[in-house]
């Protein structure tokens, strides 16, 4: 079935084929056949409204919450009118044919592609409020119709009743039945980008020849500079919305501008900060059912790779029986190299020792001893035979050539020199 109408520039088909329809049991009451006469010659001067009449009808649709706030371009413009005229004829065509009775809510191709352009461009369920802008306008046009039609107060007051009854329900049927299709695009295109997200990640995460531009445009995100890895994860009786919250705060917490976020499972996030992270435990005191790990802060397209691998390492290590809810690969490391991965124990002495294992092996020796000597210099001194202000002056150069604070890691570097110590000392 197909139907003309006029507007103020042309004549808009507008096309009933390859609709959705939504049914429902709740049927309206019959009008009594003097109203439903009314009715029917009604909706004929709907079907044959002036140009004017159905140009302020689509302006206050174009104004609606939501679709005055983007700019739809003329050919969505053009879909949301006919869409909004297809509605108009769809209530007048069936109360023509059986007047009061329930109109079912149908969604038009046009609807379907206006749902999905809308969900593109960001919108939510609130723009479809905008048809109930629309609905003042044409309540207002159709009482000064029913005005035309009886003299008498009480045909008239059921007349409203009826037809008022009619728009309600159809409009707010037609409404449900976009916010569902809405919900639904929303889902797909989370889904989509979701897909997309993971499988670049993965093309960069296992070294494939993709290039750095296409796989940046693909995930969001640059490849290029500073990366910061976490893998933050919830509990089984914490929402997934925890996590995301969790990303959220402390990407501002570091004043940084963006991250990468890639859902890994339903209780997991893959998440990548374009810098270092602060305030860590801070925001994790809000969210007691959130687990944060962080790689190493790196650089570039390795960099990437390699503080992802190990926030997962840190990851499994954190997740592995304790009760801690926050680590840094920092933290962990000596765990890490615990291990008999040779590339793995190579990277944990680059990391721990630095300058000091290419140095004079005497250095690294002395600090090794020191330790051992429960960081006694004078104890140390008698184990090596020399004085004990060499081994100061030594331990001094040593805590120099350390990439790390002695300090804050004096187990990581015991260990450290341990390995290096029977490894021969050797750079490696």
């Not at 103020?8 to 109203?35: F, G, K, Q």
């Not at 435990?281 to 790196?298: C, K, N, Q």
Request: aromatic share 4%; hydrophobic share 45%.
């Amino acid at each position: 079935m197909a139907r003309s109408i006029s507007t103020s520039d042309n004549a808009v088909v507008v096309h009933y084929e390859h609709m959705e329809v939504s049914r429902s049991t709740s049927e309206l009451p019959a009008p009594s056949p003097r109203i439903a006469a009314l009715l029917r010659a009604g909706v004929e001067q709907v079907i044959d409204a002036p140009p004017e009449w159905i140009d302020a009808l689509n302006r206050a649709m174009l104004r609606g919450a939501g679709l005055e706030e983007v700019s739809l371009g003329e050919d969505l413009v053009a879909i949301a009118v006919r869409n909004n005229l297809s509605n108009l004829l769809l209530w007048a065509e069936s109360n023509l044919e059986n007047p009061g009775a329930r109109v079912p809510a149908r969604l038009t191709e046009d609807a379907e592609v206006l749902v999905h352009e809308l969900v593109r461009r960001g919108l939510d369920t609130g723009a479809v409020d905008s048809f109930r802008t629309a609905q003042d306008t044409a309540w207002r046009h159709w009482m000064e119709i029913c005005f035309t039609l009886t003299d008498d107060p009480a045909e008239l007051r059921e007349l409203l009743q009826v037809s008022s009854l009619s728009i309600t329900t159809f409009i707010d049927d037609s409404v449900r039945l976009m916010n569902a299709r809405v919900t639904a695009a929303r889902h797909r295109l989370s889904a989509g980008t979701h897909a997309q997200r993971r499988a670049a990640a993965a093309l960069v995460l296992e070294g494939a020849p993709i290039a750095d531009d296409r796989a940046s445009e693909q995930l969001g995100y640059r490849l290029s500079g500073p990366h910061c890895a976490a893998v933050i994860s919830c509990a089984p009786n914490v929402p997934a919305e925890q996590m995301e919250t969790v990303g959220e705060a402390i990407m501002t917490a570091s004043g940084l501008p963006r991250r990468l976020t890639v859902l890994s499972g339903a209780d997991e996030n893959w998440v990548w900060f374009p810098g270092r992270v602060h305030s860590v435990p801070e925001v994790l005191r809000s969210h007691p059912g959130v687990t944060v790990a962080l790689g190493s802060a790196d650089e570039d397209r390795e960099g990437f790779r390699r503080s992802h691998f190990q926030a997962l390492t840190t990851h499994r290590l954190l997740t592995g029986g304790g009760s801690r809810r926050h680590a840094r690969y920092e933290d962990v490391r000596l765990l890490d190299a615990m291990s008999d991965d040779a590339g793995r124990l190579d990277d944990f002495l680059a990391e721990t020792l630095g300058d000091l294992r290419s140095a004079p092996p005497e250095l690294a020796e002395s600090l090794r001893v020191w330790f051992a000597a429960h960081c006694n210099a004078s104890v140390a001194a008698q184990r090596l035979y020399t004085h004990r202000n060499t081994v100061v002056r030594r331990l001094e150069k040593a805590r120099e050539l350390l990439p790390i604070d002695l300090d804050e890691q004096p187990i990581a570097v015991a260990a450290a020199l341990e390995v290096h110590h029977w490894r021969g000392g050797a750079a490696g």
